[in-house]
């Protein structure tokens, strides 16, 4: 899996979008997130250090690979060399991507985020904390999570779903793995603990419309990826 392709949007062709070159792309039923330098939806909240720890190991200290991206771990980033991860993370700091943008999170008292605050509350906060926080190396942080910010709320939305397997490698064989919640919530319900995840503790994003829901639990009942 080279990067490159996965996470540069394409155009009507099928061509590279050079000028949104790493900035992120829908790729089977998921999203491939930012890669570049952009403080919220990139990875210019991580270290050297910890863009390195998460393409040996799948996880760090806010995150934890799934999908895709977990095949890519296990199967390629876990067998490299420590230099070359270095190398890899010094190049990605290096790539400006979007410029920063002032964006303003859905007010508490949006009924959405009121809704989702309560779904979050008895459903998702044992594992991600009330704040958020998730557990450092095992249990994926959603405050100032690139991918819970993306754009498109695509992987989100998959993850609340169907769940997900995080990735297991020699310096993280644990593979956490987060439950379906298809069966238990309704698309406005997904639409709202979505949208209040994705503007809660600092984050900032758009919010996710249930018809958008409703339109990928269709699609996933087609994959069986």
Same mark, same amino acid.
């Given at each position: 899996?080279?990067? @490159? ?13 050079? =000028?949104?070159?790493?900035? @992120? ?43 895709? !991206?977990? $095949? $890519? ?6 067998? !490299? ?21 002032? $964006? ?36 994926? =942080? ?23 397997? =995080?990735?297991?490698?020699? @310096? ?5 793995? !987060? ?8 698309? $406005? ?12 503790? @600092? ?20 994959? =069986?990826?």
């Amino acid at each position: 899996m080279h990067c @490159g392709m996965c996470h540069t949007p394409k155009n009507f062709l099928g061509g590279d979008r050079s =000028s949104q070159r790493l900035q @992120g792309y829908a790729l089977q039923g998921w999203f491939a997130p930012d890669i570049t330098n952009n403080p919220r939806r990139g990875v210019g909240g991580w270290s050297e250090d910890e863009i390195a720890t998460y393409l040996k190991t799948g996880h760090n200290k806010t995150s934890a690979a799934s999908g895709p !991206m977990a $095949e $890519e771990v296990t199967r390629s980033s876990a067998l !490299m060399s420590d230099a070359d991860l270095h190398a890899i993370a010094i190049y990605l700091k290096d790539q400006p991507g979007a410029a920063p943008t002032n $964006e303003t999170p859905l007010a508490a008292d949006d009924p959405a985020m009121q809704q989702g605050a309560a779904i979050y509350r008895d459903e998702c906060s044992a594992c991600h904390s009330p704040n958020g926080s998730g557990v450092a190396g095992f249990l994926p =942080s959603l405050g100032g999570s690139p991918t819970v910010q993306s754009m498109q709320p695509t992987s989100l939305i998959r993850v609340v779903l169907r769940g997900a397997q =995080s990735a297991a490698t020699d @310096g993280a064989p644990t593979a956490p793995a !987060m439950p379906s919640f298809g069966w238990l919530l309704s698309d $406005e319900q997904v639409a709202a603990v979505t949208t209040y995840i994705r503007n809660a503790w @600092g984050n900032a994003a758009p919010a996710v419309d249930a018809a958008e829901v409703t339109r990928q639990r269709q699609q996933l009942v087609q994959r =069986s990826d």
